[in-house]
């Protein structure tokens, strides 16, 4: 068996030519070439699907549990503001500097380290790993394409994101809801029609003040926020149209549409939701996953921020190396020691999961 350290220096090796290969989300083909390569060289078999690579543990048993370890590979674009340059992998004070470092590069390697470690030997439950695309656009060819097929036996999993390898036993869910406010077009001089802006704004202020009545015990209150707006041709023209964007992150005590139901409910707007399948999620306090985290002392929290979590209908956890607060900022980075700590937390955490079956 591969020593745990010999592992944590293949991860960061790989890791730094991940962030060396530009993987926008659905442009991930280089990266999972890279992820299939490193698979083969420890003997491993994988199946890719688009850019999604898969792979079983060797001793596959198909009476036993299975667990899913999962995370992306593609990254959002390069945003302003970095100093370094975003594909270089530079490693200064410890730091691992790139684009996708820290979210989520670190928990990925981290997993595939752990995947190989568990490759062979006999555990009590199954192993799958999945490495992921189109994570950061929800796009059709992610995760979601292969939940039915690929992953159709799996029985509970972990999410690869950066907490601090704390533990997210419930995620927030999304809705998009694009808002129309209508009016009638006029001359602004002779102050004619009516004004979408003024009735966009009467919604927007409701919005801002709004209190949902349900907060959730791990997940806290529903945040909701309008994050764009767009009205008017010209200066001198009433506008009749005024549409705003709603961003709005739905606790655990409502689903989707009933969220959606009561927004409606206070605006006069038109409101349409763009999508109703990014759920929120949870997972049973009894539940193994669950259990092997506080028996290893692990902190449980509520996660604000959405991941692939919200497409699976089996019990997840979320933990990884690395901050949320990193992700998505210039000069992204991950230490290398987090690195070290994520295999080693992994391996650590599948050992003691192994103990409930």
Sequence with gaps: MLSIEEIQVS??????????????????????????????????????VNNNIIARSKNWDPKQKTLLLNSHHDTVKVVNGWTKDAFGAEVEDGKLFGLGSNDAGASLVSLLGSFVYFYEPDLKINIIIAATAEEENFGPLGVKSILKTELRDVDFGIVGEPT?????????????????ATGKAGHAARK?????????????QKIEQFKFDKVSETLGENVISVTQVNAGIQHNVVPDR???VIDFRVNDEYT????FDVVQGFCESKLKARSFNNNPSGIDKDHPLVQAGKDLGIRQFGSATLSDQAHMRFPTIK???????????????????????????????????????
């Design 11 to 48: 991860v960061t090796a790989l890791l730094k030519s991940l962030i060396q290969t530009p993987s926008f989300s659905g442009e991930e083909n280089k990266t999972a070439d890279l992820i299939g390569a490193f698979l083969e060289r420890y003997g491993v078999k994988y199946t890719r």
């Design 192 to 204: 004619e029609g009516e004004n979408a802006i003024y009735k966009a704004l009467i919604d927007i």
């Design 164 to 180: 601090n390898m704390e533990m997210a036993i419930a995620e927030k869910g999304l809705l998009v809801i694009d808002g129309e």
């Design 242 to 244: 005024c549409t705003f």
């Design 256 to 259: 989707l549409e009933e969220g």
């Design 319 to 357: 933990m990884g190396p690395g901050f949320s607060e990193r992700s998505h900022t210039p000069d992204e980075f991950i230490k290398l020691e987090e690195i070290k700590g994520g295999v080693a937390g992994y391996i650590k955490f599948i050992e003691q999961l192994n103990n409930y079956f």
